[in-house]
Nanobody, 120 residues
Framework: QVQLVESGGGLVQPGGSLRLSCAAS????????MGWYRQAPGKQRELVAR???????NYADSVKGRFTISRDNAKNTVLLQMDSLKPEDTAVYYC??????????????WGQGTQVTVSS
């Protein structure tokens, strides 16, 4: 019902920047939350940043002050601006949305993942 397409990953040197984009499409009624998670090799998936429909945001402690999440509600798109990147930011980044359908059902959707590699 809802599809997520991610873009913006790549290879960057420490201290550099990347901007990730996630666009939702399909039969969209209400997106109650939209955010980014990441998973490094051999590690558990973790929350990076999250934004609710009410405008609240939260960030992992490790990225506070460096990453910024923003939304374009008209385009059902969420962005993650990543500055001052560190090697420990290297991971596959996944977009996530919590969608409420017209019937009131709540579903969790995931993007395909985009690789972010921070290396000199």
């Amino acid at each position: 019902q809802v599809q997520l397409v991610e873009s913006g990953g790549g290879l960057v040197q420490p201290g550099g920047s990347l901007r990730l984009s996630c666009a939702a499409s399909g039969s969209i009624f209400i997106i109650s939350a939209m955010g980014w998670y990441r998973q490094a090799p051999g590690k558990q998936r973790e929350l990076v940043a999250r934004s609710t429909s009410g405008g609240n945001t939260n960030y992992a402690d490790s990225v506070k002050g460096r990453f910024t999440i923003s939304r374009d509600n008209a385009k059902n798109t969420v962005l993650l601006q990543m500055d001052s990147l560190k090697p420990e930011d290297t991971a596959v980044y996944y977009c996530n949305v919590v969608h409420i359908s017209r019937s009131g059902s709540r579903n969790n959707y995931w993007g395909q993942g985009t690789q972010v590699t921070v290396s000199s």
